[in-house]
């Protein structure tokens, strides 16, 4: 066997129909687009969605739906990127300067995911009924 002898198996391949060949091949003349009319024409491509001038069913159905602004300015941390902050105080000014969060974050929550062992005081931040349980549990305070 060579490379240049491989064929595909026979009918596996199905040729493409050819159109305006002749009122024999089954798609002469108008090459299956009927007549007339705006789909007829060649170069000319509708978008999907319009209706020919009507006012679109996209435009007439309501929206609905919401994008709170507050998500663009908000983080969740892990429990355990705690552990990058040095000082047992820990605030959203002293989580940007350890590289937690990023610059533009004014809200932060951090969720459970490890242990952590630390006991350390924590303002200003929301965390999960979890992580209060861990924090206390090992000496720590949460001030709101």
């Not at 024999?24 to 003349?29: A, C, L, Q, T, V």
């Not at 630390?118 to 979890?130: A, E, H, Q, W």
């Amino acid at each position: 066997m060579k490379l240049n002898k491989l064929k595909p198996e026979r009918g596996s391949k199905k040729e493409k129909k050819r159109l305006g060949r002749g009122i024999g091949s089954g798609k002469g003349k108008t090459c299956g687009r009927g007549h007339k009319g705006q789909k007829a024409r060649s170069g000319k491509k509708i978008k999907p969605g319009f209706e020919g001038g009507q006012l679109p069913l996209k435009r007439i159905v309501p929206k609905f739906g919401f994008f709170s602004k507050k998500s663009l300015f908000s983080e969740e941390i892990g429990i355990l990127k705690l552990a990058k902050v040095k000082s047992n105080f820990i605030d959203i000014s002293t989580l940007k300067k350890a590289k937690v969060i990023k610059k533009s974050t004014k809200f932060v929550k951090i969720i459970s995911s490890g242990e952590f062992k630390k006991p350390v005081i924590i303002r200003g931040i929301n965390v999960t009924r979890r992580v209060r349980n861990e924090i206390e549990k090992n000496g720590g305070k949460i001030k709101n």
